[in-house]
C-alpha cells in the first residue's frame, strides 16, 4: 500500500509540475497558441477593468477594426460594470480571471469553484452570451483548479506572446517586442487597463500597426480557435 501512495504521489508531483508549464496540454483542455495557416492572432487583455482605461483602449481597437478577448476579474467587474458593458457593446469577447484575480494554488476545491462561478454571473450580468474562457491569475495552475474548469466546461486559456518583463520598457520598445515575436496562432497577453499600464496603452496602436504590417489579424480567442487546423 505504502508504494502505490507513493507511486500516486510522485505522478501527482510530475503532472502539477508539467502543468506548471505555460504551454503544457495533457489531460486538460488548455490553448497557449493555435496551429493555424491563416494570418491570424488573439489579442487578449488581463485583469481589469477600469472605467477609465477601457475608454482610453476600446477606441484604439476600433480605430483599427481589431476585436480582442478582455479576461476580468470578478471584484473589478463589480466596481466597473459599466466598463464591462462597454466591452460587450463594442463587439468584443469577455474572459474570466477569477474573482479575486488571487494565486489559484493550494487552495479548497471550494474555492476555485467560488471564484469561477462568481465571475461567471457577473461576466453573464455583462452581457457575455457564454463565457467558457478561463486565464489563471499569474497564470499559475493546480490539479484542483484545473479538475474545476474541466467540470464546469471551461477552456484553460494560455499565451505564447506577452508583454511580462517588458511593461516598463518605451512604448515603441514594447511594440517592437510584441510584434517581433508574433506568428501565426499566436496568443498575445497585455495589460493595458490598470492605471499604471500607460507603456502598454501608449504601445498598444504601435502593436496593432506592426502587426498589421506583418499581415496578421487581429481577433478573439474564440475566432482563433476556429481556425485551429486549417
Not at 506548471?20 to 492572432?41: K, P, Y
Not at 496562432?185 to 501608449?202: P, Q
Not at 506592426?210 to 482563433?224: C, D, I, N, Q, Y
Request: aromatic letters at 6%; glycine letters at 6%; one cysteine or more.
Amino acid at each position: 500500500m505504502g508504494v502505490v501512495i507513493g507511486i500516486i504521489a510522485c505522478l501527482l508531483t510530475i503532472f502539477v509540475n508539467l502543468a506548471s508549464l505555460r504551454c503544457f496540454n495533457a489531460i486538460f483542455d488548455s490553448v497557449c497558441r493555435v496551429s493555424t495557416t491563416r494570418s491570424v492572432v488573439a489579442l487578449t487583455f488581463s485583469d481589469g477593468p477600469d472605467n477609465g482605461t477601457v475608454n482610453a483602449v476600446l477606441p484604439v481597437l476600433a480605430s483599427r477594426d481589431a476585436k480582442a478577448t478582455f479576461f476580468l476579474s470578478g471584484q473589478k467587474i463589480e466596481n466597473a460594470m459599466p466598463a464591462t458593458k462597454q466591452i460587450v457593446a463594442a463587439g468584443h469577447e469577455l474572459g474570466n480571471l477569477a474573482y479575486s484575480n488571487q494565486v489559484m494554488e493550494d487552495r479548497p476545491q471550494e474555492f476555485h469553484k467560488a471564484e469561477i462561478e462568481q465571475t461567471d454571473k457577473l461576466l453573464r450580468d455583462a452581457g457575455a452570451e457564454n463565457p467558457n474562457l478561463f486565464r489563471p491569475p499569474f497564470g499559475i495552475r493546480s490539479v484542483g483548479l484545473l479538475w474545476e474548469l474541466h467540470s464546469a466546461d471551461y477552456k484553460l486559456v494560455m499565451w505564447d506572446v506577452s508583454d511580462n518583463g517588458k511593461r516598463e520598457a518605451p512604448p515603441e520598445a514594447l511594440a517592437n517586442a510584441i510584434v517581433a515575436q508574433s506568428a501565426p496562432g499566436s496568443i498575445i497577453m497585455l495589460h493595458a487597463l490598470d492605471a499604471g499600464d500607460d507603456n502598454t496603452r501608449a504601445a498598444l496602436p504601435l502593436i496593432l500597426d506592426g502587426l498589421a504590417e506583418k499581415g496578421l489579424k487581429v481577433v478573439t480567442v474564440s475566432e482563433l480557435l476556429e481556425a485551429k487546423g486549417k
